[in-house]
């Protein structure tokens, strides 16, 4: 995360940077009069290259899609965006967002708000529930979902065969995973290192135990924080616990996702919770050599674990939005590549292609996306009932606050750690304290 300040106010937007960026303003367009639409994008394997040629070619001549890709950071991401939108760059007319940057962006004005109302029902007819709520800001639509993600429940099944559990059960819960795993004293991967992946699992306990990170968050500075509650004492719990637990990787505290996945294909693997993306890398490496098929073979899958028995969980929500710059040229051209681009079609061919699962429900019926998951089903599920992070303009003091607090999970400490953590956030929230 960027210090100071993370994502909230004090960057937005920044003279100095408006300055840097003034240099970088370009024009769309080639020699033969026909718009260049600019998309910036994530990096991920060309399947985004492809669907801007696709859709280029669907155009017949009305635009061309040129696309720029983005670090691999996400945080540097939102800063190169940052740069070019404070400056007013017109170039800047497609852009893969993070769902959590949408509400900044659309705050500080960045994005083109979609008003007309046949536009809103053909970009979110059939878009699963999870995505769609970050679409929006301020009762606009301000960005198009166009893939979405979510973590699982990634379990070795001869482990917990061994220790005579079944992970798709209603009553498995964290606890009876760590208690699993210290049977068959096995490892447990999460992501634990301070980044976001870590406020990703914090926020998805404490949405699984029915609670909130922070209240009224598109109040944005008069938001209330209220992870001081039963279920961020249940979600405290739970951290503690895997942290202080024989279960926990060596890593824990410097694991993100890979870290996570590697522990889980090795022979202390048992239970993993992390990205979509999983099953194929490790088919991957099967291919490449790397990885014994056995592995894969032993690979199963279920719902995110619950926090209660009685109570589904909230899993992770995760993807990527396509948001039309407020400072383009072509807004008309640009919003029909938002419909070529995210369309049920193309969404499933950009599942297959590149991994990542679906924003629109159709897409997970086509029997090639059926094919290469096997887990489609459970996936699109996870992503409908998925809870985001909090949607706020100042999401990056957010996630900072909880990630400093909550970071190394062997030290978190319920009621202490929730209530620190109110209190630490409302200050920098209302200006009092620098992150």
Not at 169 to 175: G, K, L, N
Not at 332 to 344: N, W, Y
């Amino acid at each position: 995360m960027p210090e100071p300040g993370g994502y909230g106010r004090r960057w937005r937007p920044v003279i100095a940077l408006a300055l840097a960026a003034a240099a970088l303003v370009g024009c769309s367009g080639d020699d033969s009069g026909v718009p260049t639409l600019v998309w910036y994008t994530n990096p991920d394997n060309g399947g985004q290259a492809t669907l801007a040629a696709e859709c280029t070619e669907a155009s017949d001549g009305a635009y061309r899609i040129e696309t720029q890709i983005l670090p691999n950071e996400a945080d540097a991401q939102r800063e190169q965006l940052v740069r070019r939108l404070a400056a007013g760059d017109s170039s800047v007319d497609l852009m893969s967002l993070d769902p959590p940057f949408v509400a900044e962006f659309a705050n500080a004005g960045y994005l083109m708000a979609i008003t007309d109302p046949e536009d809103v029902s053909t970009l979110t007819d059939g878009v699963l529930e999870g995505p769609l709520e970050t679409a929006y800001w301020d009762d606009e639509l301000v960005a198009t979902p166009f893939w979405a993600n979510t973590q699982l429940l990634w379990y070795r099944q001869s482990v917990a065969e061994a220790a005579g559990v079944d992970p798709a059960a209603d009553d498995f819960t964290w606890d009876v995973m760590i208690d699993a795993a210290e049977d068959q004293d096995k490892d447990i991967g999460v992501q634990g290192r301070r980044y976001e992946g870590y406020m990703v699992w914090i926020n998805a306990l404490i949405t699984s135990a029915g609670g909130t990170i922070i209240e009224d968050a598109a109040a944005g500075d008069e938001a209330v924080p209220s992870m001081a509650s039963e279920a961020g004492n249940e979600a405290a719990d739970v951290v503690r616990r895997l942290g202080r637990s024989s279960a926990a990787a060596g890593d824990l505290s410097t694991a993100g996702e890979e870290e996570a996945r590697s522990v889980f294909q090795g022979d202390r693997g048992s239970f993993m919770v992390n990205w979509a993306y999983v099953y194929a890398a490790a088919q991957g490496e099967v291919e490449s050599g790397a990885l014994d098929q056995s592995v894969v073979d032993d690979i199963a899958w279920a719902r995110y674990p619950r926090i209660t028995g009685d109570q589904p969980s909230a899993p992770p929500l995760g993807g990527i939005n396509l948001a039309v710059g407020e400072f383009t040229k072509y807004p008309d051209e640009a919003l029909d590549a938002v419909r070529c681009i995210t369309s049920a079609e193309n969404n499933a061919q950009y599942m297959v292609e590149s991994g990542n699962p679906a924003a629109r429900d159709a897409a997970y019926d086509d029997p090639a996306v059926q094919e290469a998951f096997p887990m489609a089903d459970l996936i699109r599920d996870s992503i409908n009932e998925a809870a985001p992070r909090p949607i706020t303009p100042y999401y990056g003091d957010v996630s900072t606050s909880v990630q400093r607090n909550w970071h190394p999970a062997e030290s978190v400490q319920a009621p202490e750690t929730p209530e620190e953590t109110d209190a630490y956030m409302a200050e920098v929230l209302q200006g009092e304290r620098l992150l």
